[in-house]
């Protein structure tokens, strides 16, 4: 059944490397077992065979760190995309996966609870204490737009590792090559680490059926996806039907909208065109977080924003996506939007003509009113483009808000003198409803990892909105808790036991301390 | 095409009031529409109509205590339970109301984390926020055991409140006079709070499509659900099938092993046996954390623990379940049981003569083996019977805990030399793999309320095993975190302002504190 699989240069059209081989669905289920048998035979902390969660995470940095030259020269070729953007994300990636390795150290995702003993009280209070857990293998299936952040060593896998959970990395067929190399380097570092092979197995393919499979393994405890609505509810509804379900963290994508007050507009209506122009057309517009509509009521500097951003979308020329696919998918979307006899093309976007996935990027208006009518019109154009809607008034602005669909991000661009304006509080609010992520007076674009990271949403951002796939609560996604009632402190996890071994912060009978515990 | 509802006393199959009129499908996307317009229009705090959580909390608690007697009494009479054993679950739930209040308060349940912004940083990083902010309307299915804590001013509706979240309550059929009045104590305490009367509804009803409707209404955000795993089962798919899928937060019950190791069972195997059987016989055996499963290898003091619990078990004489229906489907979970050749029924379990739930409690034996090559033996028996599975070593016995289920609780009876034993490190690990919450020298009826508590566990205990349904920490079921980028401070919710106005503990640059924050 398996073939294999190559890589294709955006730009020229021109295959990358000499294939690999595809996986299919007995490979998935083969990868499953192993990695499930591996995390129940994982041996203790300290004994023969045991290794370090944060250890293996750096070893990965370093690994990676190592080959960076070779993983950027390769997924230039794949991808297409800038070698200087490349450079920055797999350093992103590198710092990601050391950051989560603190935060493992810190005690910060274990989430250790205890409350102590209360004899006297009535009904006597038994000690209790609790420890986050790994959930088991994680199935991850990467993206094909961060080769590198939200692919074979990215954010997905580094938080099911921060967890402690072993990884069944699904590549994205669209850059075969560099996922290959990635993971030839993940694979050492687990080695290196002391960690057994199959806490990291990738598998190479574009089949449905190794999808579902992956999806429906009895040995899989949850999948992370990154991508399309269409591929994402696939796995989610796969993953439903099971006879034991499991969770799927799928991220697919959404609007972002980006809204512009009347004060703004008026005193920056150009400025931000041009700052908007850069967040849809770098990397061709094929990030997650692209702003697909802009909100703004008629007024002065409405036409210095419109007029900006056409002089930088028609100057831009032709951009280099990252597959035909995706251009093809972009194109069917856009032309879709413009059947509307409401929506106005100021920017033309078409089809390159020469071999490659090349594709001119658009611009359209439509009035707020036309999106009220036809809320279908909202939908996300993966690509190099974007959507100008225009409200007669504040009014309608705040009801076309009110209407818009889950997202990973909203973006309000205001002034000082706004912050006390109700109706920019009403539209806040307004906005978090429906957001995982607010930014004001910047571009949705770019997401910083930390700690108060947010990249997440209601549906259909993603299919878990209580969860974010960046940052390091990631690996809460992975994670359950375990109680330990009147437990022997001999037998406890480190994590939870009296002396506090692992110098962890835990929160003590409502406060948040490293200190040992004192048992009644 | 609704009728009405009776109470019926289960000792005497008399009927308790004149009945409550039955909720429909369009009663119950009513209910959710109406809910959805109060939590979509909930005023700001400190805005007219505005409402605090934690006030409304101790008004419903209090509110409780005003009609504990009245409770007590008619919960009595529907549920057969000791009222005794009824007084306590009503200071229960009043403590759990007031508990949640004090968390919320505290903040616990805000999640709040800032990072403070990094300028000099390469890439340089914004100020980033997050805080927890309510999902919606929570439809909540109550349970027939627990009249009070698992019911309409249960666990699921107190910490749904705690999150922010509005109610709509699916009352259980086997109590609904005892429903009724709770509700009515419940919805004088929203106004008397200060919030609308939409944020707490009552629906009384014992169709399929009541449930189905409630689970698939587009206003409902998550639904949380006590009882068995073909009802619970069939929630979680209804809410997977939607256009927009949304959590189902199951707690179906499980078997709930209770391991003795060789020492124990040496040193205290009658004394284990007297304390085991007080859990399957109390309340009848009907609590979701009974003994199902007693696991011992052969030696020493077996014969004093089956022996004392043969005593005790056939010393009972018969019990009241809370409704036939119940008692029927105990009686015939058992009988199942007996159709294999290797279990032996020790103490016969049969329905009573007389009219009423009647059952006298059942005690049967089985070897592990046998357990090991047909694991369809390994259910649940709600009700008053348990079943102890001998091994023929200590071997054979952690072989048969590697297959058991998902369950909420798993037990182990050990001694102190015990905790230096391999073996016992080992099947501590094993049952922790399986269980929510490991107790060590007790028993696993009687749940604390606290922040450790885990009530919860792997599939089919439940449906999100990342998730306890007792405990301050239930209220992450109900919340998703919002994200805020460079935020102006007087846009942010108070929870996240520099000032820390409301004084609630946060996680600040990975520490937690109570400060202020400073910008750089």
Redesign the interface.
């Known amino acids: 059944m398996a073939g294999t699989l190559t890589g294709v240069d955006p730009r020229t059209g021109e295959t990358v490397g000499t294939g690999v081989p595809e996986a299919g669905p007995d490979e998935a289920r083969a990868a499953a077992a192993a990695a499930a048998k591996a995390f129940?035979e994982r041996p203790?902390p300290g004994a023969p065979g045991s290794f370090d969660d944060a250890v293996l995470l750096e070893t990965v940095a370093a690994g990676l760190e190592d080959v960076a030259g070779e993983l950027v020269e390769v997924a230039a070729r794949e991808t297409g995309l800038a070698e200087d953007r490349l450079q920055?994300e797999v350093a992103r990636t590198v710092n990601q996966l050391r950051a989560f390795a603190a935060a493992r150290r810190?005690g910060?995702l274990a989430d250790a609870?205890?409350?102590t003993s209360r004899p006297d009280a009535s009904?006597p209070?038994?000690d209790?204490?609790?420890v986050a857990?790994p959930?088991g293998p994680v199935a991850v299936f990467s993206a094909s737009n961060f080769p590198f952040a939200f692919s074979t060593a990215g954010g997905d896998t580094a938080s099911a590792f921060a967890a402690g959970c072993p990884v069944i990395l699904k590549a994205h067929p669209a850059h075969p090559v560099t996922s290959h190399v990635t993971g030839q380097a993940v694979s050492a570092a687990v080695r290196a680490a002391g960690a057994p092979q199959e806490w990291f197995q990738l598998l190479q393919g574009a089949s449905v059926e190794l999808g579902q499979a992956l999806a429906t393994a009895d040995d899989v405890a949850a999948v992370a996806f990154t991508g399309s609505l269409r591929a994402g509810r696939a796995l989610?509804?796969a993953a439903?039907?099971r006879e034991?379900?499991i969770?799927v963290f799928a991220e697919m994508g959404s609007i972002n909208p980006l809204v512009v007050t009347p004060a703004a507009l008026e005193r920056r209506g150009g400025e931000i065109g041009r700052a908007l122009a850069g967040a849809v057309l770098g990397s061709a517009g094929q990030l997650c977080t692209k702003p697909n509509l802009v909100l703004a009521a008629e007024g002065p500097g409405l036409d210095d924003l419109v007029g900006a951003l056409t002089d930088a979308v028609s100057g831009a020329g032709e951009l280099v996506m990252l597959t035909t696919r995706l251009r093809d998918g972009f194109a069917a979307s856009w032309r879709h939007l413009l059947q509307d006899a409401d929506v106005r093309e100021v920017v033309p976007s078409s089809p390159g003509a020469r071999e490659g996935a090349w594709q001119s990027p658009g611009l359209a208006t439509v009035p707020a009113a036309a999106l009220l009518q036809r809320p279908d019109l909202l939908e996300e154009h993966f690509g190099p483009g974007t959507v100008v809607a225009v409200a007669r008034n504040g009014d309608e602005l705040e009801r076309l808000v009110a209407t818009l669909p889950g997202t990973l991000t909203a973006t309000l661009q205001g002034e000082d003198d706004d912050?006390?304006d109700s109706g920019?509080?009403r539209l806040?609010?307004a906005l978090?409803?429906r957001?995982?992520?607010?930014?004001?007076?910047?571009l949705p674009t770019?997401v910083?990892v930390?700690?108060?990271?947010?990249h997440?949403g209601?549906?259909?951002a993603t299919?878990?909105?209580?969860t974010?796939s960046v940052g390091t609560?990631a690996a809460?996604?992975f994670?359950?808790?375990?109680?330990?009632?009147?437990?022997?402190d001999?037998?406890l996890p480190a994590e939870l036991q009296d002396a506090n071994p692992l110098g962890i912060?835990r929160?003590v009978d409502?406060t948040?301390t490293r200190d040992r515990v004192v048992r009644a």
Do not use: F
């Open positions: 129940r203790a920055g810190d910060l609870i205890i409350d009904p209070r038994p209790q204490r609790r857990v959930l989610v509804d439903a039907g034991v379900p969770p912050k006390d920019v509080h806040a609010a978090a409803a957001a995982g992520r607010m930014i004001w007076n910047g770019g910083t930390g700690h108060a990271t947010v997440g209601p549906y259909p299919s878990a909105p209580a974010t609560t809460r996604r994670q359950r808790p375990v109680g330990y009632q009147a437990w022997p001999a037998l912060v929160l409502g948040y």
